[in-house]
Structure formats: structure tokens, C-alpha cells
Nanobody, 126 residues
Framework: VQLQASGGGLVQPGGSLTLSCAASGRTFISYGMSWFRQAPGQEREFVAGISRSGRKLAYTNSVKGRFIIPRGSAKNMVTLQMNSLDSADTAVYYC????????????????????WGQGTLVTVSS
């Protein structure tokens, strides 16, 4: 399974950006898909995710109300709409996919994800 992430770039504080990720390969399986991010000098952290069923969404507290994973995306694709961006959101964002866990489960642990994209840089700066 290969994950292709896109959409990163430079944005001013308060602006918006949308990241997209598509899985290719064994796409007959439904994957849970999530976004993680890693800021300079920090550990990688969970940002948001959607369950294998597509029914369950989860967000880390710092992005709730600002970041959205729209429902209704094609199978094995995930989009992250990021609004009201702040310099604290500056990081490399990684798309990840898992075929483990429950059908309605979203795991925030990176150990649960078997497949990772290459990362896309989001820089929030004026």
C-alpha cells in the first residue's frame, strides 16, 4: 500500500489549507486513515483520523473546531481541512493507514498504523 499526501505549503496565521491523501495498492481493503504531524524538535503526534467504517472521526484537542475531516470521501482517501491556522500548527504532516483495530475505531497511536505517506510540510507564518 502506498500513500500519497499533498496540499502542504506556506499559509499566513488565520488562514486555511487542505491536505489530501490517497491510498493505492491493496485498496480492496478498507483502511482507517489518520493524520499525524511532527514539529521541529518534537515527537510525532496524532492530529485527526477516520475509522475504517467511515462513521467515526477523532481529533486531538488542540485542533478541535479548527480542523475537519469531511465525510463522504472516496474509499481509502482522507482529506484534512485546516482552518484558523496558527504558528503552532507548523509541522510536517503525515498520512497513515491501518487495517488493524475495530471497524469503528480511530487509534491515536502511531504503532497501530502499518502504512505511512512521505509527509508534507505545512508552514504557518506571516
Amino acid at each position: 500500500v502506498q500513500l500519497q499526501a499533498s496540499g502542504g505549503g506556506l499559509v499566513q496565521p488565520g488562514g486555511s489549507l487542505t491536505l489530501s491523501c490517497a491510498a493505492s495498492g491493496r485498496t480492496f481493503i478498507s483502511y482507517g486513515m489518520s493524520w499525524f504531524r511532527q514539529a521541529p524538535g518534537q515527537e510525532r503526534e496524532f492530529v485527526a483520523g477516520i475509522s475504517r467504517s467511515g462513521r467515526k472521526l477523532a481529533y486531538t484537542n488542540s485542533v478541535k473546531g479548527r480542523f475537519i475531516i469531511p465525510r463522504g470521501s472516496a474509499k481509502n482517501m482522507v482529506t484534512l481541512q485546516m482552518n484558523s491556522l496558527d504558528s503552532a500548527d507548523t509541522a510536517v504532516y503525515y498520512c497513515a493507514a491501518t487495517e488493524a483495530g475495530g471497524w469503528d475505531q480511530v487509534s491515536s497511536s502511531e504503532n497501530m498504523y502499518q502504512y505511512w505517506g512521505q509527509g508534507t510540510l505545512v508552514t504557518v507564518s506571516s
